[in-house]
């Protein structure tokens, strides 16, 4: 009987990304569109949105353990997202790199159109297609919405529109949205933003890891 080899790939000729849950359907989708095959990811718990704090720690553990199992090229999905720089300090530690920007309403707007808007968007509630389809489960029941409806004022009193940045065409999410900016007393507003600058940063992560590769 032969020796049985063992086929799995070599994670030091793999890029692996390290990514927020709430856009792993998105890194997936840029990796078909750009055909980087060679690109793995692993996601953090989505519901880190809410919990920045989590974030650095988790990500520091998460790189030491991808380095431990052979990867050489890592790259962070995420923005700052909240972490006050803690995120950054962690990529200093380990050499590796993450997303531009302050979070993912800032990259998926592209950073130029996102400064234009920033100001002027103070007041807006910035939804996803990720959060149109888990708007459910991310706040109408943690937040108790569907015990306590008088709650929207509570929560939502300080905004004044609803912006949906969507990354697809897809009119389910459109209704979740304008569902959504009616049931919160906001005024609604639709912006195309496909993955904005999610490409660009995932080309070039693949691009500094070929680098390496050749060096």
Do not use: W
Request: net charge negative.
């Amino acid at each position: 009987m032969g020796i049985k080899q063992n086929t799995k790939p070599d994670p030091a000729n793999k890029l692996l990304v390290i990514g927020c849950g709430m856009i792993a359907r998105e890194v997936l989708a840029v990796k078909q569109q750009l055909g980087l095959d060679h690109l793995e990811l692993t996601c953090l718990p989505a519901d880190f949105h809410f919990r920045p704090d989590r974030i650095a720690p988790a990500m520091d553990k998460a790189i030491e353990e991808a380095k431990a199992e052979g990867y050489k090229h890592i790259y962070v999905g995420y923005a700052d997202c909240g972490t006050g720089g803690l995120l950054d300090n962690v990529c200093e530690k380990h050499g590796v790199e993450r997303i531009a920007g302050p979070h993912c309403f800032a990259f998926y707007q592209g950073a130029a159109a996102y400064a234009e808007v920033a100001d002027a968007d103070m007041m807006s509630f910035y939804m996803t297609d990720f959060l149109c389809r888990q708007f459910e489960s991310f706040f109408i029941k943690p937040l108790g919405l569907d015990r306590h409806p008088e709650l929207v004022k509570d929560y939502f009193g300080n905004y004044e529109k609803l912006i949906y940045l969507a990354q697809t065409d897809d009119p389910a999410l459109d209704k979740v949205a304008e569902d959504a900016a009616r049931m919160l007393g906001l005024a609604y507003e639709r912006r195309a933003t496909g993955y904005g600058d999610l490409p660009e940063a995932l080309a070039k992560a693949a691009a500094a890891e070929a680098n390496l590769k050749g060096a």
